[in-house]
């Protein structure tokens, strides 16, 4: 099961869709933007409680239509691989879904985005800056935030381009190794206005076994 585009989905909002087969592994938790669910505080879980931004997500992806399925683990630390990302739209309806889940979780970002008062913004919403340039240096600057907190969550695109592309890159399992991390699948299914969240997988070591089971 590939995630497979649609030819229903408009040309500036790709449809990522959802297989079933994978839908079915995620267990039988729905919930919808507006679920109970999604806000029960769990102690050191980079998620759940309460707050203002909850409120403002769920309403967020209630407005555009937009749900989650699948629970995020009940664990303090982990990498979610977020696949597939053709569009700037996915940052938006990531981030309400962010806000939804009341997720404390960091993103990366280009350098270059993070001088004067946007990089003030791009921080407060999670972002992490890197040189792309220095692929190790990122790798670091990852782990130093892993280390300064007891809860750390990563949310990374891992084709590392919008452009439509068969072969994801290896960063975001370095990072998972490198971390002790677990790796979480998330699907973005635009003709469905779906996001999936897929149960966690520790990384092997081994990439090239491990990266295809992620992607099934």
């Known amino acids: ?5 649609s030819p229903g989905a408009p040309a500036d909002l790709p449809n990522l869709s959802l297989s079933r087969s994978r839908a079915g592994r995620m267990g039988r938790h729905e919930h919808p933007a507006g679920g109970a669910a999604l806000t029960q505080p769990q102690p050191a879980i980079p998620s759940g409680g309460r707050g ?3 409120l403002i997500g769920r309403a967020a992806l209630r407005l555009i239509g937009w749900r989650i399925v699948g629970e995020l683990p009940m664990l303090p630390r982990y ?4 696949a ?12 309400f879904a ?33 040189d792309r340039a220095r692929p190790d240096g990122t790798i670091e600057a990852v782990l130093a935030q892993v280390r300064s907190g007891s809860t750390f969550v990563l949310a990374l695109a891992p084709e590392g381009t919008r452009k439509r592309t068969e ?6 399992y370095r990072i998972a190794m490198a971390g002790g991390m677990p ?9 469905t206005r779906t996001i999936g969240l897929m149960p966690p997988s520790y990384p092997t070591g081994d990439a090239s076994r491990d990266i295809p089971l992620l992607r099934a």
Not at 167 to 172: E, H, L, V
């Open 167 to 172: 072969g994801w890159k290896t960063g975001f």
């Open 84 to 95: 597939p990302h053709t569009s700037n739209w996915d940052f938006f309806v990531g981030l």
């Open 52 to 54: 203002v931004g909850v």
């Open 79 to 82: 990498v979610l691989a977020v």
């Open 98 to 130: 962010k806000w939804a889940l009341g997720l404390k979780a960091k993103w990366l970002g280009k350098h270059s985005v993070f001088r004067g008062p946007l990089g003030w913004v791009m921080r407060a919403l999670g972002g992490i800056p890197v």
């Open 1 to 5: 099961g590939r995630i497979a585009r």
């Open 183 to 191: 790796i979480v699948p998330v699907s973005f299914d635009w003709s």
